[in-house]
């Protein structure tokens, strides 16, 4: 009897001693990714269209636009940047659209202050077509790294028989022993619930099918999700993001077709729900209106905020949704959002918005008791008031079709 006592404790000893150093290599790197990442990225606009003077013109004007002193730090090249795997199954770039090569491109890139991201898939080819990363994550992250890549897309065509929380787990640990740290975006389109399990993973997952520049409505492909699906699929999800682990609903299409008011509507709804700010237009020739938008910094600081909370939508009241997002320091925002063509008017009454946010932070709008200053982001500086506005008086509003007011609200002391 006491002999077999003793087996076992060896037995469960033994167990302890394999599994450790498992569990203690599950790591993603840390520290990436405290506030949503921004940036831009080729496909929305270019899709297979990219080559190295595409990468190194946007990389310009990344600079010259002031994109990259607005945040907009990482410049990611999404499919179809890829060769054949060389003899010892090494990834290689197409030197007919890359002649210089990668590293070459990385280190342009990396001259002008920003970083390098780029695309792979979890499956034996990548949903262009070209070679997956099965079978050569370690391989594949040790090539990322020597060509000092910063960030990883990692898509999820041709993984039939693939399990995603296997598949994930696996590259996060390649990108780990490859010794550079690399932002993990996991591209998986929501099929299994990333949210429910990859915050240990990922520092973002995609929590829907592709987006266009669509803003209402179904798209005349399949795959093509307007701006309001995925919007409403992204919405409920607010409790699993966080700090270094974001609902991701997708890159931008400001800038790519939709009207000046729909744009706005998609930019602030995106930082209301503080997802990942990745552009995806032609950042070489943009027009004014699409300048104004991207560029405006008391929006991205609403997405950027250190609090790191996902905003909610609280309640629609005749077809104007109100929204809010507990921001650092007892500060609120607040967008009013018209999801139809014809303008909205209304009277805000504050004293019907006290709520507390028990879902995620706790925090309390308390109208009753506080009293907030409130400042228009969308407005024009030539257009502010003397005097501020707060929240002591109602507020009346008229919102355009497909557009938005956003405010944010400051604690008058
Ligand atoms: C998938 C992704 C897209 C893009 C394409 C590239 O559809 O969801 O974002 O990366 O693949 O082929």
Not at 90 to 113: C, M, Q
Not at 143 to 151: F, L, P, S
Not at 309 to 333: I, N, S
Request: proline share 4%; charged share 25%; aromatic share 10%.
């Amino acid at each position: 009897m006491k002999k077999t006592t003793h087996h076992l404790a060896l037995l469960t000893f033994a167990a302890t001693l394999t599994l450790a150093p498992l569990s203690a290599k599950a790591q993603k790197w840390e520290g990436l990714a405290r506030t949503p990442q921004m940036g831009w990225n080729t496909w929305n606009k270019f899709a297979g269209r990219i080559n190295e003077k595409l990468i190194r013109e946007t990389a310009d004007a990344m600079v010259s636009e002031g994109l990259l002193d607005a945040g907009y730090i990482y410049l990611n090249m999404d499919d179809c940047w890829h060769g054949n795997r060389d003899a010892d199954g090494f990834i290689t770039e197409n030197r007919e659209k890359f002649p210089s090569g990668l590293k070459a491109v990385s280190d342009y890139v990396h001259s002008k202050g920003l970083k390098f991201g780029i695309y792979s898939d979890a499956g034996r080819k990548t949903c262009g077509g070209f070679p997956g990363s099965f079978g050569h994550e370690y391989q594949d992250a040790l090539q990322y790294a020597r060509w000092e890549v910063d960030y990883l897309k990692y898509d999820w065509c041709e993984t039939e028989d693939i399990n995603p929380r296997g598949a994930y787990p696996l590259m996060r640990d390649a990108l780990r022993a490859a010794g550079r740290p690399i932002l993990f975006s996991m591209c998986e389109w929501g099929q299994s619930k990333p949210w429910t399990w990859a915050a240990e993973v990922g520092h973002s997952w995609r929590t829907t099918g592709d987006i266009s520049a669509i803003f209402d409505g179904k798209g005349r492909r399949s795959w093509e999700n307007s701006v309001m699906t995925i919007l409403e699929q992204n919405v409920g999800l607010r409790k699993y993001a966080g700090p270094g682990h974001w609902n991701d609903p997708d890159m931008l299409e400001v800038g790519n077709g939709m009207t000046v008011n729909e744009d706005r509507a998609h930019f602030t709804l995106w930082c209301m729900m503080a997802a990942p700010l990745i552009l995806g237009n032609d950042i070489t020739n943009m027009t004014q209106e699409t300048r104004e938008i991207i560029l405006n910094r008391d929006v991205i600081a609403i997405d950027q905020d250190t609090l790191g909370v996902q905003g909610l939508r609280l309640k629609e009241v005749d077809g104007l949704q109100y929204w809010f997002k507990p921001l650092a320091g007892g500060d609120w925002a607040f967008c009013l959002f018209n999801r139809g063509e014809a303008p909205i008017s209304q009277t805000i009454d504050w004293q019907t918005l006290c709520f507390t946010d028990e879902e995620v932070s706790g925090l309390s709008t308390a109208f009753d008791r506080v009293t907030y200053s409130l400042s228009n982001l969308w407005e024009k500086p030539s257009k502010k008031k003397a005097r501020p506005i707060t929240t002591k008086k109602p507020l009346k509003v008229t919102v355009p079709g497909r557009d938005v007011l956003l405010y944010r609200l400051t604690p008058v002391k």
